[in-house]
């Protein structure tokens, strides 16, 4: 199994930044592929950001060129460093695992508010 803890969420005015950071443990060694992904309320769950092991990334149009996905397997963390952030980016984030066979992880998720 895999645990992932997601922190970094918080309240930002529009135009700021914010990183969250997503701690993965127990058997790391079976993930293929983490990614970020976010809810607003009423809307479906969508795909930010992944990365994958050898460390090539995918990116949502609506992110690109303001969010980046990075990770440090020294600390088994993901991270999503958000830049340039709009009101539309408010939404529950999640971080996502798929292991090498296909099983998928998600953390409980954390907060992001965007607001002057």
């Known amino acids: 199994q895999v645990h992932l803890v997601e922190s970094g969420g918080g309240l930002v005015q529009p135009g700021g930044s914010l990183r969250l950071s997503c701690a993965a443990s127990?058997?790391?060694?079976?993930?293929?592929?983490m990614g970020w992904y976010r809810q607003a309320p009423g809307k479906a769950r969508e795909l930010v950001a992944t990365?994958?092991?050898?460390?090539?990334?995918n990116y949502a149009d609506f992110v690109k060129g303001r969010f980046t996905i990075s990770r440090d397997n020294a600390k088994n963390t993901v991270y999503l460093h958000m830049y340039s952030l709009k009101p539309e980016d408010a939404a529950v984030y999640y971080c996502?695992?798929?292991?090498?066979?296909?099983?998928?992880?998600w953390g409980q998720g954390t907060q992001v508010t965007i607001s002057s």
């Open positions: 996502n695992s798929v292991t090498t066979s296909g099983v998928v992880y």
């Open positions: 127990g058997s790391i060694f079976s993930i293929n592929v």
């Open positions: 990365i994958l092991n050898r460390g090539s990334t």
